[in-house]
């Protein structure tokens, strides 16, 4: 399995970014994939998951109601629109995969994801 995270870059406070997560050697509509975040000096923090066989969805407090986790099962992609973007989102985002179907109270604890993509830096300032 390989991931390929991209759509990282610097924005203003209150901008927008999408995060492309493309996952190879991945049955499209297998298992859970999840995006995390990384920031200077702090612990990874789950942002956001998604369980591939019936689309359920979690989202960490800090992002809820302005990022979105989506897929294109074409592309065997998944997407991370994250709007009203904001200083303290300021991270490496990366994006996991495990081939299991996560409980949505498991699916943003990095312990759950057996493959990991290269990250992608998000800088909001202005």
């Known amino acids: 399995v390989q991931l390929q995270a991209s759509g990282g870059g610097l924005v203003q406070p209150g901008g927008s970014l999408r995060l492309s997560c493309t996952a190879s050697?991945?049955?499209?509509?297998?298992?859970?994939i999840g995006w995390f975040r990384q920031a200077p000096g702090k612990e990874r923090e789950g942002v956001s998951c998604r369980r591939q066989s019936d689309g359920g969805t979690s989202y960490a407090n800090s992002v809820k109601g302005r990022f979105t986790i989506s897929r294109d099962s074409a592309k065997n992609t998944v997407y991370l629109q994250m709007n009203s973007l904001k200083p303290e989102d300021t991270a490496i985002y990366y994006c996991?995969?495990?081939?299991?179907?996560?409980?949505?109270?498991?699916?943003?604890?990095?312990?759950?994801?057996?493959?990991w993509g290269q990250g992608t830096q998000v800088t909001v300032s202005s």
């Open positions: 996991a995969v495990t081939r299991r179907s996560l409980i949505m109270g498991r699916c943003r604890h990095d312990e759950s994801y057996d493959y």
């Open positions: 050697g991945f049955s499209r509509g297998e298992g859970t």
